[in-house]
């Protein structure tokens, strides 16, 4: 079973900036799009940014040009580096594989690293 391991949440003050790590075992990074999710309290989990095999990325207009995504295949590892953080941008993120048909996840959810913004 594929497994999916987040890693490098923490606190932060406002302005600040946070490299978030997502791990995989198998193939499931290397053979499809990447996507970085958020969940903040009493919201539903949103898509914040994605990469495909090719590197092309797309961002959710709430973190476009303060959020970038990027991947290391030889690693099995994708990255999202973040940066003039907000305390909106506060929630627990999650990395999962997308489908090629719906961009619906794939892969069993990690338990997430959480991501505080606070001064």
């Known amino acids: 079973q594929v497994q999916l391991v987040e890693s490098g949440g923490g606190l932060v003050q406002p302005g600040g900036s946070l490299r978030l790590s997502c791990s995989a075992s198998g193939s499931i990074l290397n053979t499809n799009t990447m996507g970085w999710y958020r969940q903040a309290p009493g919201k539903e989990r949103e898509l914040v940014a994605a990469?495909?095999?090719?590197?092309?990325?797309n961002y959710a207009r709430s973190v476009k040009d303060r959020f970038t995504i990027s991947r290391d295949n030889a690693k099995n590892t994708v990255y999202l580096q973040m940066s003039t953080l907000k305390p909106e941008d506060t929630a627990v993120y999650y990395c999962?594989?997308?489908?090629?048909?719906?961009?619906?996840?794939?892969?069993?959810w990690g338990q997430g690293t959480l991501v505080t913004v606070s001064s």
């Open positions: 999962n594989a997308l489908s090629a048909v719906d961009n619906s996840p794939l892969g069993v």
């Open positions: 990469i495909t095999t090719g590197g092309r990325t």
